[in-house]
């Protein structure tokens, strides 16, 4: 049966996610495109291993540290009530994991290509590192920035294994749309399987159409 | 007073190269930094900026300390009191020409600052518009006033005009003197071009591979030598080489003059022209 409690999970779980990624990735795409450090590439490495690492892989890991059987998961849960796995917080948390490449990267690209003339510019005018990320080069990227929000939020929408091993299929706690369609088709439900995928394909196809439209310029007739 | 001396290895396409300069500079002149590409002058208003560290050495403005390497002391460029006009001129493009200017009031200044360096450097028509809307000399300006807001002990300005016509080039020589002289500032141009230098400066430091090689006022310095008894001195590229004569670019003029032997075509010239008493005619 059509529910739609899954695909209002899947949304919050994307917005969640979304927000949180934006507050992280900032200052880590900040530190990565002018830090030169020598752990610089161990953290770049780090930062792009979902994009080719198996999502159950990451799942399975999330899964052990945070079961309450072990340490870390113990923790959490004795100290703060906190329980990571087969919760909406668990997911938020393999999700930001998950997504955050398609976050960093975008936001990373932007600021390198920057000129760096425009940064010690600000500096020259007396201007601290907070008030020229914030007032000149953030503004300067939002297409960067743009990418990264809607590229994060489509690819949480279209997560399947990490939710799966870490939040498992728990109706309107952790059963997301993706999941709901493997259930149903489980269930051999093919109306309803077409239903949540028709829903998902229709969502994500607008959305990136608006950040190629917007990015492309083609929209900016209407605007002016 | 503006006293540094400054050293550091830089790498250079030909290998490395030790940029070693010291230079005393009188309150209220305006310097420039002459020389080919890669002798080092964009590094020393870097050094001076605090945007490039020094291995060794000190800067002195007025008699403060902005960098001593013996005493570890190395202000940041926020807190030294510099107008820096960048090569790109680093214009936000999010901000239009007025917020541009603005952008560098320090907290608490008087606004006032911001309508008058828009007089003076007539950017009145144009406050309204983003900077990927002007023309580079426009462009220029906008950064020229923006420099001058926080109301600099030292301006600095890396080749400005390098990308801009011959007729623009003029005009906005004439702008930077003009604020020069009412802002009272000492200022450091950077500048591989002897015309420039020959206008604007009251004293030159002539630099071949970071040294400084010649020092003195311009009319000096490049009138040394055999030709001290002309009169007039043009600076010129040479365009063509033929047989008993060489044709060269003074402004925007071609000239012919006679051939001197290992002189090739682009090399940059200095022309005495002797003027003798015939030469000389009453018209008005």
Known sequence: ?????????????????????????????????????????????????????????????????????????????????????????????????YSLPFMVHPIQA????????????????????????????????????????????????????????????????????SIAVYDEVEALNYDVANAYSLFLFAVTFFILLTVYLVNGGYLKRYWR | MIVFSLNKILEAVGGDMELHISANIEKGKLVTLYGESGAGKTSILRMLAGLMAPENGFIKINNKIWFDHKKNIDLKPQLRKIGFVFQDYALFPNMTVRQNIEFALDKNQDHDIINELIETIELGDLQHRKPDTLSGGQQQRTALARALVRQPELLLLDEPLSALGHDMRAKLQDYILMVHRQYKLTTILVSHELGEVLKMSDYVLELVNGRVQREG????????????????????????????????????????????????????????????????????
């Open chain 1, 1 to 97: 049966m059509f529910e739609w409690s899954p695909i209002i999970l899947t949304f919050e779980l994307a917005l969640v996610t979304t927000l949180l990624l934006l507050l992280i990735s900032i200052p880590l795409a900040y530190w990565l495109a002018y830090s030169d450090k020598k752990i610089k590439p161990v953290i770049e490495t780090l930062v792009s291993m979902p994009l080719v690492l198996p999502p159950t892989v990451l799942g399975f890991y999330l899964l052990v540290v945070f079961s309450p059987n072990n340490g870390l998961g113990k923790l959490l849960l004795e100290a703060f009530g906190l329980r990571l796995i087969f919760s909406f917080e668990g997911l938020v948390l393999a999700s930001i994991i």
């Open chain 1, 110 to 177: 932007g600021l390198s290509n920057l000129p760096a003339s425009l940064t010690e510019a600000a500096y020259v005018l007396g201007k601290s590192k907070r008030t020229t990320l914030f007032k000149v080069l953030l503004p300067n990227i939002k297409p960067n920035l743009l990418t990264g929000i809607v590229l994060a939020f489509a690819h949480t929408i279209g997560e399947f294994g990490v939710v799966l091993m870490i939040g498992g299929n728990i109706p309107g706690k952790t059963k997301v749309a």
């Open chain 2, 217 to 284: 006022a311009p009319a000096e310095i490049f009138t040394e030598g055999n030709n001290k008894k002309s009169a007039l001195h043009l600076a010129g590229d040479i365009v063509k080489i033929e047989d008993g004569e060489m044709t060269v670019l003074i402004g925007n003029r071609l000239v012919g003059v006679p051939r001197k032997n290992g002189l090739r075509v682009g090399d940059r010239l200095v022309l005495g022209v002797g003027i003798t008493g015939n030469d000389i005619r009453k018209i008005g």
